[in-house]
């Protein structure tokens, strides 16, 4: 694989579907046909600026499977946003929702746009245009967006809006990760961080460590980072190490996380937190720590550090932030890696939560709602670490074959129409 490759989401996909799709001695016709998407959408979106200037930005859908019921996945907003990249993250929001066997095929969107250099009213006017040229694609029984890189609950409650003002009546359950009071669930904005404290604390069962004795490195202070921080740290996890884009703080006596949080909150930014040594973004994951936490972006461990990474267990809470090439340096060192697929489905799990409760116009506590993602976290962990001990294969590539092996069956029993 090239370098070029290696950094590819979607080539990134392609690979370990292959190798798990051929373990499971998967028909090539079947294989060819979930490899590829249902359907790319391309829209170019004019905004009118505050300036009064009119601009075009690109934006894209990609739905890439509804064998298992309607598409799931986020919209991202980032300068980086290409359609590769939304191809790639819609398959494996396919296999991740298989993974934690839930009724849902996956998708990805996402605009090319600086979110930082524009207003709140441009940035407003750009989701719900966005929103009105997929409008056709969407829907409950369709496709359910969610929040993701640069997008939030406000974002969401814009998109909700825009498809409910068309269909004429409040479609709550259009989208996930909306406000608790237009039909949000409890839970949700700690449900990915809380995922990944769970499958965590079942990596350590498998080593028969304790979380007071687990010295932990979380790279990212995003949602998914703070909150797994915030609560690891409350379980007794010992936080040594954490980082933003500009850089990290490392203690090896342990972190002040509640404050570290508060100065993140208030500043923006890691920048100038007093409670550790400064260390590099990067240099971060070379750290010594007993557990890895990757919560920022794709392919940040790859060929040409995974040799340095002294973690003994690696949970991804962002989307493919290691390469395939890194997957076999890690898995030939031992290094325990619960896939991405798995640690940070705690996100969608909850965001079906909220779509059931949406559809069924009651709402659960939040301790229900952690009680069930738990269950459920726990039940898929134990599926995907028994299918790599039978098989001899990685946890990613267990991952995928449980995943994949799901959604053909399902794709076998409903048949092709033709």
Not at 298 to 309: L, R
Request: hydrophobic letters at 40%; charged letters at 20%.
């Amino acid at each position: 694989m090239s370098a070029l490759n290696e950094l590819s989401v979607y080539e990134s996909m392609a690979a370990r579907f292959d190798v798990a799709a051929q373990r499971l001695g998967l028909d090539a016709s079947l294989m060819h046909y979930l490899r590829m998407p249902n359907r790319e959408i391309i829209v170019h979106i004019p905004v009118t600026m505050d300036s009064g200037k009119l601009e075009v930005f690109d934006g894209f859908r990609v739905q890439h499977s509804i064998a298992r019921g309607p598409c799931k996945g986020g919209v991202r907003f980032s300068p980086q946003v290409t359609l590769d990249e939304i191809r790639g993250l819609a398959a494996e929001m396919t296999w991740k929702c298989a993974v934690v066997n839930i009724p849902f095929g996956g998708a990805k969107g996402g605009v090319v746009c600086d979110p930082s250099k524009l207003s709140r009213g441009e940035l407003e006017r750009i989701t719900r245009r966005y929103t009105a040229e997929i409008l056709d694609f969407l829907g409950p029984e369709r496709d359910v967006p969610a929040p993701d890189m640069n997008t939030n609950e406000q974002t969401m409650a814009w998109m909700m809006d825009t498809y409910s003002m068309h269909m004429r009546h409040t479609v709550t359950a259009s989208v996930t990760g909306k406000p608790f009071d237009l039909g949000g669930s409890a839970g949700r904005p700690a449900a990915t961080g809380r995922g990944c404290m769970i499958t965590a604390d079942q990596a350590l069962k498998r080593f028969g460590r304790q979380p007071e004795n687990t010295r932990v490195i979380v790279q990212g202070c995003g949602n998914v980072g703070s909150q797994a921080a915030r609560l690891m740290h409350e379980a007794g996890y010992k936080i040594i190490g954490m980082s933003d884009i500009t850089g990290g703080v490392i203690n090896t006596s342990g972190i002040d996380v509640p404050r570290l949080l508060e100065y993140v909150k208030q500043h923006k930014t890691l920048t100038g937190f007093q409670g550790g040594d400064c260390i590099g973004a990067q240099e971060i994951l070379e750290q010594d720590c007993d557990l890895l936490l990757p919560a920022a972006t794709e392919s940040v461990i790859n060929s040409q550090n995974a040799h340095k990474v002294k973690a003994r267990i690696l949970v991804e809470g962002a989307n493919s932030p290691t390469t395939p090439p890194a997957d076999d340096i890690l898995f030939e060192r031992g290094v325990f890696v619960v896939p991405d697929i798995l640690a940070n489905a705690g996100g969608v799990t909850v965001s079906y939560f909220e779509w059931v409760q949406d559809r069924q116009g009651y709402f659960w506590s939040e301790s229900d709602v952690n009680a069930r993602l738990k269950e459920i976290m726990i039940s898929a962990f134990d599926g995907v670490t028994s299918c790599a001990d039978k098989n001899k294969v990685n946890n990613r590539i267990a991952a995928y074959m449980v995943a994949i092996d799901r959604v053909a069956y399902n794709l076998k029993l409903r048949g092709f129409y033709a």
